[in-house]
């Protein structure tokens, strides 16, 4: 396909519409199957890549309110609550670690510590990733900055492009299932999961459902990547370079202080969400705009603004309008009786696969985690409900699945937004190549270690 791929793609995404459009679907409404017929338009065009997904997601915006498919409050929905304005608070904190030098200061020290050979990279990726998903609540911007810190290491090593593109890889790949260790560590997904099993779940709960897990999730993937990403040679760190260039920077500065003051306030705020009733985004979009303020802030100025991508909120607006939308006409609930049986399995395990494998296959089709849970997440609760599992079961099984499941770039935005030369460097033949095998580790999670967890510590 090659240079003809995007060409193909418009193709095959404009003939799936007109092709689902001109479909008879018995007991989906005719604005169900509009927005049937422009979701898998859409998704086409993500998974051929046919231009960047920022002005996919535009387009597919504007064709449902074209088409009068859903009322325009309704496809905007996201933007009249706490969730986008969490996305802009999470780009202006995560600029503001950058650009006030701790984020790097961190990450210095703690590499002249642990990092001394490519397995020692790999493994402080995820480490690093870690300890500043406490920190930055969002997992892109985190990844840009341990990016900033590894093409430190690749200059300074002299590391082959090749090995160098792992390394890349690696840094966006870890974000995938570190971001489910805490509640802020992906302050969107994450929190929308909590809201989609209608509990209050606060931070401490989030960790003692979510956390060990996807420790393990993690740990898991690690293993995967140094097993399917070996160096073309061993890495030799100067760390008397890394060292120079942490002398450099000399003590903290009043602006790093200021920073890590902020950071430290709205990390209790996060943690203690249970408490005070707030939510995070509102939280985050406070802390931000704290930054600004004379005196107290002034470490995030005017062309701040920058850092906030337009095009990763027109994506995120469309992902989360996938499943909105598609709940109004009708399409979600066609969905869920057109793939679900009758009956639901009575073996706690076997239930488990068929949630993961569910997800999976939806997961698939659409592309989106977020359009996913729109989906299948309603659809499962009610499927669920006659055995009377608790509802978080069900939730959290449904993201499990496609919150570390990908195989194709832009079925993760952590994955997606790496892609390419001047981020990442890497390309959609290595997400692949770890995607297919990662699909076993969303099996072996679901069912081999969140069931056991949770009957451990009394959710099941």
Known sequence: MGKNKPIIGLIVGILLAVGIHLMPLAGLSAAGKMCLALTFMTVAFWGFQIAQPGFT??????????????????????????????????????????????????????????VDSYRSIIISTFLLTFILSVLIPHPWPRAFL????????????????????????????????????????????????????????GWIDWFIYMGPPNIIASILTCILILFLFKPSKEVSLNKEEIQKKLASMG??????????????????????????????????????????????????????????????????????????VGGVT?????????????????????????????????????????????????????????????????????YTAVGIHYILPFQQLSMLIGQGEENGMYTQKEVIRLGIPLTVVVYIMCVCVLIPYWKMIGLL
Do not use: C
Not at 74 to 95: C, D, E, K, R
């Open 57 to 114: 997601a535009g387009l597919y915006l504007a064709l449902l309110v074209v088409f009068n498919v859903a009322p325009v409050s309704v496809i905007f929905a996201p933007w009249s609550g706490p969730i986008m304005y969490l996305v802009i608070g999470a780009y202006l904190i995560a600029g503001a670690v950058k650009s006030s030098g701790l984020g790097e200061r961190i990450a210095y020290n703690f590499i002249l510590k642990f």
């Open 146 to 201: 341990i990016m900033s810190v590894m093409a430190v290491i690749v200059k300074n090593a002299d590391i082959p492009q090749e090995d160098a593109v792992k390394i890349g890889f690696t840094v966006f790949a870890a974000s995938v299932p570190v971001s489910l260790i805490f509640l802020t560590g992906d302050s969107v997904l994450n929190v929308l999961a909590v809201q989609a099993t209608g509990k209050a779940i």
């Open 251 to 324: 003590s903290m500065k009043p602006l790093e202080v200021r920073t890590a003051i902020w950071i430290f306030l709205a990390i209790i705020f996060w943690m203690t969400d249970s408490i005070h009733g707030i939510h995070l985004g509102w939280v985050t979009l406070i802390i931000a705009m704290g930054m600004a303020l004379p005196a107290v802030g002034g470490i995030l100025t005017p062309k701040d603004w920058s850092e906030v991508p337009i095009h990763i909120l027109l994506f995120l607006t469309a992902a989360i309008t996938i499943g909105t």
């Open 330 to 398: 009708g399409m979600n609930a066609w969905i869920a009786q057109t793939i679900l049986p009758s009956t639901v399995p009575g073996n706690i395990y076997i239930l488990a696969a068929f949630i993961a494998t569910v997800s999976i296959a939806i997961h698939m089709a659409l592309g989106s985690v977020i359009a996913v849970m729109g989906i299948a997440i309603p659809a499962l609760l009610l499927f669920t409900q006659p055995i009377g599992i608790n509802p978080i079961v069900t939730v959290f099984l449904v």
